[in-house]
């Protein structure tokens, strides 16, 4: 099945620094690349995500780049703000669920300093 | 809100006693999903449906059991088997087709006591 590592585990930046989370997979025929944001309590919610046939996609202050070749993409936060504090997961399809399910990383808790 | 409805929000349970999370949804999905969540170890998959009647064993099946009688019901049952059940339990669904967003419930959190 797909194994994903996601670093860092915890990160603590500035409030107006940029943000960076990066994840590896490990299945090479995975083509969807989600993540997701677990504020304190409460479920994840899906802020972004991207399909192989882009290297890269952009909302506002997130992004998020994929390099298949190196199986790896990553998270980018530009001007970071307080409410920007969370857990963030990445994941890829599953492939022993037919890639329905998704399987995640072990999750990045940013906190950003006011 | 709408979408997908987790019951209860808290639960405590002695040791020994079986238990029963409740996941409703109104998005018409297909498929459904349980995810359990440890500090520090994301989200590992307990048990997937992709349609009624039928459901599958994700990474850490045992000690759990669901059902899938309803397309919008996907109960799942914590049973005695389960050796450290204490933990975030979410429920999820999706269209069902490859590849696809995984909308969640609010969880449930389980406690042994």
């Known amino acids: 099945g797909e194994n994903v590592e996601q670093h860092p585990s915890t990160l603590s930046v500035q409030e107006g620094d940029s943000a960076v989370i990066k994840c590896t997979y490990s299945d090479s025929a995975s083509n969807y690349f989600p993540w997701y944001k677990q504020e304190l309590g409460k479920r994840p919610q899906l802020i972004i995500d991207?399909?192989?046939?882009?290297g890269e996609k952009k909302d506002q202050r997130i992004a998020v780049t994929l390099n298949k070749t190196a199986k790896h993409f990553s998270l980018h936060i530009t001007e970071t703000q307080p409410e920007d504090s969370a857990v963030y997961f990445c994941a890829a399809p599953s492939a022993g669920t037919g890639r329905r399910a998704l399987t995640f990383g072990s999750g990045t808790r940013l906190q950003v300093q006011p | 809100d709408g979408g997908i409805t987790q019951s209860p929000k808290y639960l405590f349970r002695k040791e020994g006693q079986n238990v029963t999370l409740s996941c409703e949804q109104n998005?018409?999905?297909?498929?459904m999903y349980w995810y359990r969540q440890d500090p520090g170890q994301g989200l590992r998959l307990i048990y997937y449906?992709?349609?009624?009647?039928?459901?599958q064993k994700g990474d850490i099946a045992e000690g759990y059991s669901v059902s899938r009688e309803k397309k919008e019901s996907f109960p799942l049952t914590v049973t005695s088997a389960q050796k450290n059940p204490t933990a975030f339990y979410l429920c999820?669904?999706?269209?069902?087709?490859?590849?696809?967003?995984?909308?969640f419930g609010q969880g449930t959190r389980l406690t042994v006591v």
């Open positions: 991207i399909r192989s046939n882009v």
């Open positions: 999820a669904s999706s269209f069902g087709r490859e590849e696809t967003e995984a909308f």
């Open positions: 998005l018409n999905h297909d498929a």
């Open positions: 449906s992709q349609i009624v009647n039928d459901f």
